[in-house]
């Protein structure tokens, strides 16, 4: 670790290694319920166990996102962070609010939370991903603007490189779009359309740049590769993000009351969008290709790598299959669009914050890489659990396109929950490999307390 | 200097296509708006749709419904279920919850009163009649 | 291509791109998106043939025929600028680069007046398939432009101010690039759309 003030990326690398593992127990929760359907009930139902399902994941990556930008932007800049303290203090407010608000799910019926918290002064609930309380709604951007006012003030008083600075547009893209989510008119369609202002734009959009700025940084202190030409295909490849991403947005507004123009500004559009990753791919690879030095940390290599391969898959593949206009109208809202939706965070988002956590954690503790023992472990881990998202990724698809056939396109069409039965089997399947997994991030965590050599340069 | 590829060039095709296509979409964001009376059923969002809304907000419905295909793929999709069913039976469906089969999935007993089922059945209702490029397939959502 | 046609590399390098490498990253990804909206259009255009040709014949083609003169003319005279600077003509290049604006110009007031008559219409993008494509796409495009003219404005502000020379001009080469892909692209559109049925 180059600055002292680097440190503070540790709690944050912690906090989401656990709020991640909660995510995963309540996916494996809501996986049981889709087959015993009364699991948990009336403790905990479906609807609530996919809202902590999901807040987790958006807060975990956060906590990764945060973590990582306090880590690499002062390495990048060349300087202290501006103030550690208050990067300390944004941290602890941002756990406790998120655990009090994930509590607050898990306690309180989701009506009299809404009541508590001041929802009928600001009606900004109850929307998928959005279910925030309005205090934490507005802790989040409180805890977003201190953290970009730190960020800037670091950036501004030291070296700017294309790292720091994608990283810091790619940050401050994230507080502003989130910024829609106060946006609530009771006009559906409105409604609908610049909630993905938020969504959309965040996870094909801005977060893109923050992946990006991560890998980037990884690479260049993994493979010794020059920087200038890191840089350069960092600006390229996120350049096709956006200018493919930002009107991709269209795919979202084929059937939702919006102008049926969007079925061809979304299809052609979107139809670009696997472009940057599969150059993201090829990025990851040659520049590990071109390596100029063996770095002790083949774990945080193989994720480096991972990322790519499974951004490219979950986003760019499982993304284009459904994004076409006419096969959208299908898929819309089908088992489909969950198994994209699972690959593509993990692929994407999941895996470039493990892929930070795995380069810095080591420096973090003292040591350039963990012992090869430990590493060994996190990567059974690592392959425990992309080749189980895989498999939960093609069991949802399955899914999928058996529902879509009963129920949207066979002569006479079943029901939603007829539908559901039959797919039951695929359910099951999925079920188990999320076990898979469960058993792999297990390992991963465990990968932390391994002991032994400290792994030496080859 | 021919075929050179420069940093400075990167970054500037960055800002410049981000800038560019950003302004598009507000483009087409703004047309959008301008279309939007002709499609988003607004005449039929009443007070008592209104209301409707916020009850579906307020009891997470999106947390195992989808609403025009966006939501949670747990449930039944809500955005026809007011051409699908009809008012009566929403209204008793919802007040017959949970139904407690072992090992059906279960929806719980929100304690609505009669006015705000009304509400909620109004908000489908306005949801039923918005202009969705005839999606869902069939009636079956 | 026409591109690289109007624009041969320097005898030393024969077999390059001009300009930087970057530009034609965003050059393949706009002509790509193009490429894809017309065959998107063939493909529309053929399930619809009355609808189109109707609707085709309220387009102004004169308005639009003027408008491709302008965009090649201006075409040739980025050509002539990017020949000035090969040749170390700084104030020369700026010249042409902004006659080329323009022209560029003129094709943005013409156009403006050819929506602006739609407008007053009632015709919008959600009027039919055949304004969808004929007002977004030509609307995409007017955006292009427009860049291309900040483009060359910039670039010609650069050489009047000496900030090119005969041996380093890659920036002239780069902005030229883009604008004869604007250019070839209105070269495909105007057929398409104002003419062939």
């Known amino acids: 670790m180059k600055y002292q003030s680097q440190a503070v990326a540790k709690p944050y690398f912690i906090a989401a290694i656990g709020l991640f593992l909660g995510q995963i127990l309540f996916g494996l929760i809501m996986g049981l319920q889709y087959v015993v359907g009364d699991y948990l009930f009336p403790a905990i139902p479906f609807n609530v166990a996919r809202m902590v399902h999901t807040n987790l994941l958006i807060v975990w990556l956060l906590f990764g996102f945060m973590g990582a930008a306090y880590y690499l932007i002062p390495e990048e800049s060349e300087r202290e962070l501006y103030s550690p303290k208050l990067a300390l203090a944004m941290f602890w407010i941002f756990l406790v609010a998120g655990a009090a608000t994930i509590l607050g799910y898990l306690l309180v019926p989701y009506a009299t939370l809404a009541e508590m918290t001041g929802n009928d002064i600001l009606a900004t609930m109850g929307r998928e991903f959005l279910e925030q309380p309005l205090p934490t709604k507005v802790g989040i951007v409180i805890v977003a603007l201190a953290m970009l006012f730190n960020l800037s003030m670091t950036v501004l008083k030291g070296r700017k490189t294309a790292i720091n600075l994608v990283m810091l547009l790619g940050l401050w893209g994230l507080a502003i779009f989130f910024l829609f989510s106060f946006y609530n008119p009771a006009n559906l369609v409105k409604d609908k359309f610049y909630w993905w202002w938020v969504v959309h734009l965040w996870v094909e959009g801005v977060w893109e740049l923050i992946m990006g700025a991560m890998l980037a940084f990884v690479l260049i202190k993994v493979t010794g590769v020059d920087r200038e030409v890191i840089e350069k295909w960092l600006y390229i490849i996120i350049a096709m993000a956006l200018i493919s991403g930002l009107i991709g947005t269209g795919h979202h507004y084929y059937w939702i009351g919006t102008p049926e123009y969007w079925q061809w500004w979304g299809s052609v559009f979107s139809a670009m969008e696997p472009i940057p990753f599969f150059m993201m791919t090829l990025f990851a690879f040659n520049m590990v290709n071109r390596r100029r030095r063996e770095h002790p940390n083949q774990a945080a290599v193989l994720w480096a790598l991972g990322t790519g391969v499974m951004a490219f898959l979950g986003a760019g593949v499982w993304g284009f299959l459904h994004t076409l206009a006419p096969v959208n109208f299908y898929t819309h809202g089908s088992q489909i669009t969950a198994a994209h939706g699972h690959m593509a965070f993990y692929g994407a988002y999941a895996m470039v914050v493990l892929t930070m956590i795995s380069y810095t954690m080591p420096i973090l503790r003292g040591r350039e890489a963990n012992s090869r023992k430990a590493q060994v472990m996190e990567m059974w881990a690592f392959w425990l659990m992309t080749i189980a998202m895989v498999f939960i990724t093609l069991f949802l698809t399955a899914a999928g396109i058996l529902q879509i056939w009963l129920q949207r396109i066979a002569a006479e069409p079943m029901g939603f929950m007829a539908a559901q039965d039959q797919v039951a089997l695929f359910y099951w399947m999925r079920e188990i490999t999320g076990l898979v997994f469960f058993t792999g991030l297990t390992l991963y965590i465990v990968s932390f307390f391994v002991k032994g050599e400290e792994a030496r340069a080859s | ?141 | 291509m026409t591109i690289a046609a109007t624009l041969p590399a320097s005898p030393d390098q024969p077999r390059t791109l001009p300009g930087d490498l970057a530009i034609w990253f965003f050059i393949f990804a706009e002509l790509l998106v193009f490429g894809v909206f017309f065959l998107a259009y063939a493909f529309a255009r053929a399930r619809n043939v009355e609808l189109f040709d109707a609707s085709q014949l309220q387009l102004d083609r004169i308005s639009g025929a003027i408008n491709t003169a302008l965009l090649i003319s201006s075409s040739y005279f980025v050509v002539r600028a990017v020949d000035r600077i090969r040749h170390g003509a700084s104030r020369a290049c700026a010249g042409w680069l902004v006659a080329a604006m323009a022209l560029g110009g003129a094709f943005l007031v013409l156009k403006l007046t050819e929506f602006a008559g739609k407008f007053a219409a009632g015709i919008t993008m959600s009027t039919n398939t055949f304004f969808m494509f004929y007002i977004g796409l030509g609307f995409f495009h007017f955006m292009h432009v427009v860049l291309g003219m900040i483009i060359l404005g910039w670039v010609a502000h650069k050489a009047w101010r000496g900030g090119y020379s005969a041996a380093d001009h890659a920036g002239v080469e780069t902005g030229a690039s883009y604008w004869h892909m604007v250019d070839l692209v209105w070269i495909v559109l105007f057929p398409l759309i104002y003419v062939m049925h």
Not at chain 2, 7 to 18: D, E, L, V
Not at chain 2, 20 to 26: K, P, Q
Not at chain 2, 95 to 110: A, K
Request: proline share 6%; charged share 20%.
């Open chain 2, 1 to 141: 200097m021919s075929s050179a590829f420069t940093k400075s060039a990167a970054r500037n095709i960055f800002y410049g296509g981000a800038v560019f296509f950003f302004l598009l979409l507000v483009g087409l964001s703004f047309d959008t708006m301008q279309t939007l009376p002709k499609r988003d059923n607004r005449e039929n969002l009443n007070e008592s749709a209104i209301r409707g809304k916020h009850i579906w907000e307020t009891r997470n419905c999106i947390g195992c419904h989808t609403l025009l295909g966006e939501g949670a793929y747990f449930a039944p999709e809500l955005g026809n279920v007011y051409t699908r069913r009809g008012p009566d039976f929403i209204k008793a469906w919802i007040q017959s919850q949970p139904t407690g089969v072992p090992g059906r999935r279960q929806m719980p007993n929100f304690n609505l009163t009669d006015a705000q089922l009304d509400d909620l059945v109004e908000f489908f209702k306005y949801t039923a009649g918005i202009d969705t490029a005839k999606w869902p397939p069939n009636i079956e959502g």
